[in-house]
């Protein structure tokens, strides 16, 4: 289904160039130039972001705002203002706006801002089920599973979702620790009030800081106007802090606070904040080894361990193996248009339940995908499988097969020419995100090699985070030992 954005502006040069920009990304466009006409809009067209000017011919942009909250309190807002230093747009943030634009706009900005928004909306608004029998499809993403380990999660679920309290998700990485904190809000009193997850493995520390809590003007460089961070914008909602375990020891300190009295400071700010946020949190890391180490906070540690749900990893629940490959061969088969696309090989089959998933749901996502997208015929056989899920076959993989197979190096091949020639004959609907895995999975492989397998020193070359690396290292299952190398 594709994404609808609502541009409610009197100037019909923006509706012109928000239109040309944001449908070159294949996001479908509708525009109004009054209020009246944006509000019947809000309510027939029910778009997934909305872009709202500040100032219109009937109505002001805050009173708009609060009745398009009236209707639908989840959909993202983001007010466009010509005024730099607008109070009136950070006291629309503040109020429960999702951003603020300042005109001309800046096209990158834009496209970049309406997508977080999207995914925000897709976060709060997309059910999340949670089947104790069955795998039978629902709308939107569900747990898939019945093992005990498994029951066990969606009871602790149960009882800790209406509880006001903040809860601890641990699990490896791909394990599935957003659909937990996704079920936790909307089984919660706070499921009608706004939800933001924020990554903290993928920004840096110097900017999480500005991100959670907000800045003031001029408190670093940069920093030509105030804003409001995630705390403020979130009060009353639910915010999920992923990895928390990458979070800086300054940070630790003021999340640390706001857990205890519901107070902060923005960046380069005096002024005490009150909100009223709950936090979920979740990570992958050894946060008790962390304390020792002196890398987290252990009064954070005994804040954030009140409530604790343990996600088993994929290989503790073999079983739920053959259920998760049925949904999400039924899922990619439809996306990919593959509607030939009868299943899986027993012997296929065997080799995907006897895999150890060190990438766990994420991986096995990846090889179903890429199994998909490779397979000539109507069945998935072992040879439309990566060779590390094949294991001891012979290695006869697929020489079309761009994202599994490599060079002598043990490199994956890096020709994007072959493997877009050959998605657009099979008429790729996703060639987008299917390049850019290609092009990152040989990237990433290809630093690692450089560094001789140091992560660290990988996540400066790239500018990315260390926590980042480490998942895409499991997600592509990349080896790192003496060498580097992609099986």
Same mark, same amino acid.
């Given at each position: 289904?594709?994404? *609808? #954005? ?29 209020? %009246?006409? @944006? ?42 203002? %010509?005024?730099?230093? +607008? ?8 109020? @429960? ?62 009882? #800790? ?11 490896? +990485? ?42 003031? $003007? ?29 979070? +800086?020891?300054?940070?630790?300190? $003021? ?73 999400? *061969? ?16 027993? *012997?296929? /089959? ?25 397979t000539t015929g109507t069945v998935i056989v072992p040879d439309f499988l990566p060779a590390e899920v094949r294991k001891g076959t012979t290695d006869g993989s697929s020489s ?28 790729? *609907? ?13 990237? /990433?492989?290809?630093? /690692? ?9 990988? %996540? ?7 926590? $980042? ?19």
């Amino acid at each position: 289904m594709s994404t *609808t #954005v609502l541009v409610i502006d009197d100037d019909r040069s923006v509706h012109h160039l928000v239109t040309r920009s944001l449908e070159k990304v294949q996001l479908n466009v509708i525009t109004a130039s009054d209020g %009246a006409t @944006g509000l019947a809009l809000v309510g027939s067209e029910r778009p997934d972001v909305v872009l709202l000017d500040i100032r219109l011919p009937d109505i002001s942009g805050l009173e708009l705002f609060a009745q398009i909250r009236a209707l639908d309190r989840k959909l993202p807002v983001i007010f466009v203002t %010509a005024d730099a230093e +607008s109070d009136t747009a950070i006291e629309a943030m503040q109020l @429960g706006a999702f951003d603020y634009l300042r005109k001309p706009l800046d096209l990158g900005q834009l496209n970049d801002l309406v997508a977080r928004a999207a995914e925000t909306r897709r976060l709060m608004s997309v059910p999340v089920a949670i089947p104790t029998r069955g795998t039978q499809e629902g709308p939107g993403d569900s747990f898939v599973g019945s093992s005990p380990a498994m029951l066990e999660v969606y009871k602790t679920i149960g009882r #800790v979702a209406a509880q006001d309290v903040t809860v601890l998700i641990r699990g490896e +990485s791909g394990s599935g620790k957003e659909l937990v904190a996704r079920a936790i809000y909307q089984h919660s009193r706070r499921a009608n009030e706004c939800f933001m997850a924020i990554n903290c493995a993928a920004i840096p520390d110097n900017l999480l800081e500005s991100e959670l809590f907000g800045h003031e $003007k001029g408190a670093f460089t940069g920093a030509d106007q105030r804003r409001i961070g995630k705390f403020e914008q979130c009060n009353g909602g639910t915010l999920f802090l992923d990895e928390i375990g990458d979070m +800086s020891l300054l940070v630790q300190g $003021k999340v640390l606070r706001l857990l205890q009295d519901q107070k902060f400071e923005r960046v380069g700010g005096n002024t005490t904040l009150s909100t009223n946020v709950r936090i979920v949190a979740a990570t992958h890391r050894p946060l008790e080894q962390m304390v020792e180490d002196g890398e987290f906070r252990e009064d954070l540690l005994y804040r954030l361990n009140t409530i604790t749900v343990r996600l088993p990893p994929l290989r503790e629940r073999p079983g739920d193996i053959p259920p998760l490959l049925q949904r999400f *061969t039924s899922r990619f088969a439809m996306e990919l248009n593959r509607p030939d696309l009868e299943g899986i090989s027993p *012997t296929a /089959l065997e080799l995907l339940t006897s895999y150890s998933w060190p990438g766990n749901i994420r991986e096995l996502q990846s090889v179903v995908r890429n199994a998909i997208l490779h397979t000539t015929g109507t069945v998935i056989v072992p040879d439309f499988l990566p060779a590390e899920v094949r294991k001891g076959t012979t290695d006869g993989s697929s020489s079309s097969d761009a994202t599994s197979s490599g060079d002598s190096q043990g490199l994956p091949d890096s020709d994007l020419g072959q493997f877009i020639d050959r998605r657009l004959k099979q008429n790729s *609907t996703d060639l987008y995100a299917e390049a850019l895995e290609v092009m990152e999975r040989f990237l /990433l492989t290809r630093v /690692l090699r450089e560094t001789q397998g140091n992560q660290s020193r990988a %996540a400066e070359i790239l500018g990315i985070t260390r926590g $980042k690396v480490r998942d895409r290292i499991a997600a592509f299952g990349i080896t790192v030992d003496r060498d580097v190398r992609i099986d």
